[in-house]
Nanobody, 123 residues
Framework: VQLQASGGGLVQPGGSLRLSCAAS????????IGWFRQAPGKEREWVSC????????NYADFVRGRFTISRDNAKNTVYLQMNSLKPEDTAVYYC?????????????????WGHGTLVTVSS
């Protein structure tokens, strides 16, 4: 069972990036997938998740309206489209999977984690 996050990079404020979370060894849409981030010197925080039951999304207030989570079942991949990026969005972004269909904001409720991908928002 593996998750691989990718798509990070350097982007200017106001720019966009799309992160991908690809799964191998399991069928991703049977799991609720969450995105978390950790900025230097800060705690890991929940960003968004998408339910395995109906694909419904949820977002932290600080990204609502700017980020969109989605999944492509055929590609076994979940995406995080990030628009209107701000310097405070700079962090390592992680995707994680939990077997429950219920959203969770807590990292300890997720069963599988991928390595992170670094997003840097700077001019």
């Amino acid at each position: 069972v593996q998750l691989q996050a990718s798509g990070g990079g350097l982007v200017q404020p106001g720019g966009s990036l799309r992160l991908s979370c690809a799964a191998s060894g399991f069928t991703l849409h049977y799991y609720t997938i969450g995105w978390f981030r950790q900025a230097p010197g800060k705690e890991r925080e929940w960003v968004s998740c998408i339910s395995s039951r109906d694909g419904s999304p949820n977002y932290a207030d600080f990204v609502r309206g700017r980020f969109t989570i989605s999944r492509d079942n055929a590609k076994n991949t979940v995406y995080l489209q990030m628009n209107s990026l701000k310097p405070e969005d700079t962090a390592v972004y992680y995707c994680a999977a939990r077997s429950s269909s219920v959203w969770s904001y807590y990292a300890e409720n997720y069963d599988y984690w991928g390595h992170g991908t670094l997003v840097t928002v700077s001019s």
